[in-house]
């Protein structure tokens, strides 16, 4: 066992400098035994979920940050071990300015590096306007806009890219802020319908970092030399998602484990609930056909409004 040369903790598994302290459960890793593990947790979560199977084409949504950046370098790493898999990044133009231009060329240069096929798709050409412009006047909704018009358009790049799976950045926190943002709304059917199971389009959609947090998918991609400091999006201030954020990490820290007891509290309730008697059948949307819950999905129930 090489012994400690400086003065931070040595890694629990070899000795060698830790890069990370995990407290649930309490260990320290290096810098291999990071990557290992987060790639063997990975892959049990896609097994667990049956998320790939051989002959898949899986689509990535890759916006150039943190969470997508890690996930697509994960699938390309762990692809050999299907066959006949292949994959496609998808990154989505929601038309923000100051913001979206250099994340897109964060993904565009990551892909090409790697060799992945790349499509981009923009509000502008999919639904007639950016986001920008939809939100003049109403900036404080801008999240909820965003991501109801992104997972339509990245459900429309995906189909016509021929995939069979729709692949995104969600991590461990992400999903704890989902739970917890939902409760607080009371918002019962998103709770049960928001995991990682859920295939709200007909390209089933997968979170393989499910159960990765954000902080091991920081230092994950510092040792594999992937770190961006990118922008942040200037509508964060406006998210409800970021007060949250902030109020969970508060309590990772004083109480390791809230992220996962979070996630395991839905996971408890959906299987004693069961999804579609709380969530009702699946219907269409009578204008795009999409699925969705009433007569219309909540795209064509938005745009009208956004175009006034
Ligand atoms: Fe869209 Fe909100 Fe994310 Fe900005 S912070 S990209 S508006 S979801
Ligand atoms: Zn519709």
Redesign the pocket.
């Known amino acids: 066992m090489a012994g400690n040369r400086t003065d931070r903790p040595g890694c629990s598994l070899c000795g060698e400098d830790a890069v990370i302290c995990l407290r649930e459960p309490n260990r320290h890793l290096c810098g291999k035994h990071l990557s290992e593990d987060i790639e063997a947790r990975v892959l049990s979560a896609i097994r667990e979920y049956g998320m790939i199977q051989n002959g898949d084409r899986i689509a990535v949504g890759l ?1 150039g940050g943190k969470d997508s950046t890690a996930l697509l370098l994960l699938l390309h790493s762990l692809l050999p071990l299907w066959d006949n898999v292949s994959i496609v990044a998808i990154t989505v133009d ?1 038309g ?1 300015a100051g ?1 979206r231009e250099e994340t897109i060329g964060a993904a565009e240069a990551l892909t090409r590096e790697i060799g992945i096929e790349h499509h981009t798709i923009s509000f502008s050409d999919l639904f007639g306007g950016t ?1 920008d412009a939809f939100l003049k006047g109403r900036e404080q909704q ?2 909820t806009v ?2 109801i018009l ?1 997972k339509k358009a990245l459900a429309i790049s995906a189909g016509r890219a021929g995939a069979t799976r729709l692949a995104t950045g969600h991590n461990l926190d992400d999903e704890a802020q989902s739970v917890l943002m939902n409760t607080l709304r009371g918002d019962l059917i998103r709770l049960i319908r928001e995991s990682g199971e859920e295939s709200g389009y007909f390209i089933s959609r997968i979170k393989p970092l499910r159960d990765i947090s954000e902080k091991e998918i920081a230092a994950y991609l510092i040792i594999l030399g992937y770190w961006n400091d990118l922008p942040e ?4 201030r ?2 409800l998602r970021a007060e949250v954020r902030g109020m969970l990490s508060d309590f990772e820290c004083q109480y390791p484990g809230t992220l996962k007891n979070l996630v395991t509290s839905r996971k408890k309730i959906r299987e004693h609930l069961g999804r579609t008697e709380i969530a009702g059948p699946i219907r269409h949307c009578r204008q795009c056909g999409d699925p969705c819950s009433g007569e219309l999905c909540q795209v064509c129930q938005l745009l009208p409004s956004l175009k006034r």
């Open positions: 916006s929601e923000i913001y986001l801008a999240c965003c991501g992104r999006c200037p509508y964060t406006f998210a």
